[in-house]
């Protein structure tokens, strides 16, 4: 699909979001130069996983998220709190009370990245 020709209203998007209770499944909402704007809910402990496609932002919107990282100590964020996993660095995303985000990925990248399984979604359009 295109970009939209019209504004998007992220929370009408999070209210069809949570329609779905769908958890760890992102649903992209807008696209710009070569990468996918997404929204997805949260909750639990997803795969450990890394992303050779390009870096990956994250972007709390309701609850907390702790990004734990191999190779460093973990991030913990809450809402309106950003951060962005390096290309290559291996993570997993963790939440036990759930939460909303905004995901910032190349197009096309898979959310379990090169782990597979699953969890892995095509990113489908909301």
């Known amino acids: ?6 504004p998007v209203n992220l929370a009408e998007k999070l209210e069809k979001l949570e329609e779905l209770d769908a958890y760890w499944t992102p649903r992209t909402v807008m696209e710009v130069n070569g990468l ?3 929204v997805s809910r949260f909750k639990g402990e997803f795969v450990w996983h890394s992303h050779t ?10 609850g907390t998220l702790t990004i734990e990282l191999r ?10 709190e950003l951060f962005v996993v390096p290309k290559g660095v291996e993570h997993r995303p963790v939440t036990p ?3 909303d985000v905004v995901l910032l990925d190349p197009e096309g990248a898979l959310n379990t990245g090169d782990a597979g399984g699953a969890l ?3 990113a489908e359009w909301l």
Request: glycine share 12%.
């Open 71 to 80: 190779d460093r100590d973990a991030v913990r964020l809450g809402p309106g």
């Open 36 to 38: 996918e704007l997404k």
């Open 53 to 62: 496609e390009g870096d990956e932002l994250f972007l709390v919107l309701r």
């Open 97 to 99: 009370e759930g939460c």
């Open 1 to 6: 699909m295109a970009r939209p020709d019209k």
């Open 120 to 122: 892995t979604r095509d």
